[in-house]
């Protein structure tokens, strides 16, 4: 009888949903004549083509996955609720009446369904979880409830929360709103004045919080983030890809999501540093190199400004241009602005002039005083015009700054330094110090908040350029010592937090993995030691999954047994190596696997496998990956932990040390 009830609920949330997407579609025909003026009728126009967007791209997915029942009575705890029942889902359903069919999970009251237990009521009577087919056409296979009225809670032991976690890994990363946990959702639901990190290992779900807390933020202070806007940065683009449906699917479209790279610059690098080059520009005393630079250019020989005025000669010494060069450095003011405020000192001065013969010049005469050929030429000599790659352009054509030693200076100096800036060729390193000169000029845009996942990996100058962009706004920094790979990558996070400019941020760790199995997360585990970081040890609650380490003289032939095996399974496969060897795997067994299944068959280098899942993992040569940089260890652990069932390791040399304890 319930299950006929519940399907009946449904049914007409889905006729519901219907007509809301119709309803807004009519709104966006008719918006124009209801808006007052040309400026409201395009303003209203943005908002519901946006709002229509939302509900057309709406995910195939269950319209809810939970219901809240409160109990009754002035001791229940329910207050306003009491007595009440909601259905909890992606987003706020309402039918023609405006009846609320569906609470969105973002709202105030959706936070019990996370938080509420038998020990916590919170005025909650039953909680109730929904079973849906896991491929589309999607269909209510059934419910579970736990009655904390009476004592009842299964928590993680949810058989249907338990399938929901395990479910096979099919596409891009999905939301987690079915699944959230009582300390994830309390970082999910912080104050968007609030700046924090999250240290979580593998599969704790860090990356999902981060992408859900932008979404509740933009929930619960639209207006505020609808101006100042919501950055999320990945590592690189396959990682964006990966989680690109998540924000969408929770009903958020206009969240910028890039790359570092992409928010520094549009242009792309066109040469390589050496790896020495790298490790010098990527020193946050490269910051003090950039700024004395800069202001290496101001305070030059002072020239006297001399204005006249019909038959009246204005005049400032060259030695009060001096003094006013003095004083605006002392205000610490970016680059340019610096330079304006010493333009409107000067005039400031030429208008006293004009004062003490009894006149009251205007803002007219101001503006012309300021645009006077000799105010301009003092200002030139003072205090000149800039580009942040003619800074660049002279650092590095011959690098002086005592800041760095010779062997670095070296390492960063030009082997034959371009004739002109505009012949100049630069780095991906080379771009970020640009932005910390343009920084210096003057404050970049900033957002309202920013999401900086793999954070771990960015080095002291890619820190303080994300920093520029959240001077005023909040952060939430997501990332695991352990999985540091870059050759700058964090040892420790309060260090790491004063360079993204929130050094009070707290550090909150997430222990209990979802994702991976505990056979995977175990083995893996092993390498901690080697990694000479402290993280709190990840315990998974996933006690399914296989682990199969076996050693082999081929290992292509090894390699397609475990990708043939895999292909009996549902889910994602990917064969993780380093990219020599796994060119050589890849092309030795890809025509021994048919078209069809090659499709479900990802070749991943372990350089770039940071962040991505995949049901079935095949890491080839462990002692390989392990040798290839100086953090192997670390990139040895991100590519064990990409596995959410099953992982196989093949090796014909002999296993790292720390994998054999």
Known sequence: MEQEQEQAYLDRTRRALAWMLDHARMRVATGDRVAGDRYTAEVLGRMLKSYA??????????????????????????????????????????????????????????????????????????????????RPPVRLTGFEDEHLDRGEETGIGSALLKREIERPRVGPMRDIIATIQPEQDELVRADVADSLCVQGGPGTGKTAVGLHRAAYLLYAHRGQLRRTGVLVVGPNPTFLGHIAAVLPALGEIDVRQHTLDEVLTAREPSTVDSAEAAAVKHDERMAGVLRRALYARVGGPAAPVVVYDGSYVLRVSSGAVAREVRTVLAADLPYL??????????????????????????ASVLQWLGRRRTVTEALDAAWPKVKPEEVLHAVLSDPTDDALTAAQRQAIRWAKPPRSVRSARWSAADLVLHDEVAGLLDHPDEVGHLVVDEAQDLSPMQCRALARRSRHGSITVLGDLAQGTTPWAATDWPAQLAHLGKPAAPVVGLTTGFRVPAAVLAFANRLLPALGVEVPTVHSVRSDGTLRVRRATDLARATLTCVTSALDHDGSIAVVATAPRLDAVMAAI????????????????????????????????????????????????????????????????????????
């Open 590 to 661: 890809g025509d021994r696997v048919s078209a069809t299944a090659a499709t479900r068959v990802t070749a991943v280098p372990a350089a770039l496998a940071k962040g991505l899942e995949f049901d079935h993992v095949v890491v080839v040569e462990p002692a390989e990956i392990l040798e290839a940089q100086p953090r192997g260890a670390n990139r040895l652990y991100v590519a064990l932990t990409r596995a959410v069932s099953r992982l196989d390791v093949v090796h014909s040399r002999p296993l790292p040390d720390a994998l054999n304890s």
């Open 53 to 134: 967007k939302e509900l057309a791209e709406e995910p195939d997915s269950p319209l809810y996955f939970g219901q809240l029942r409160f109990g009754t009575g002035a001791g229940s705890g329910a207050g306003d609720h009491s007595g009440q029942s909601y259905h909890i889902g992606r987003r706020r359903i309402t039918d023609e009446a405006g009846e609320t069919l569906v609470i969105d999970w973002r709202a105030p009251v959706s936070a019990r369904f996370y938080r509420a237990s038998a020990r916590d009521r919170m005025g909650v009577s039953v909680r109730r979880r929904f079973g849906w087919s896991p």
């Open 337 to 362: 602005t610096g330079r304006e405020r010493l333009r409107a000192r000067i005039v400031a001065l030429l208008q006293r002039q004009l004062e003490a013969r009894g006149e009251s010049p205007n």
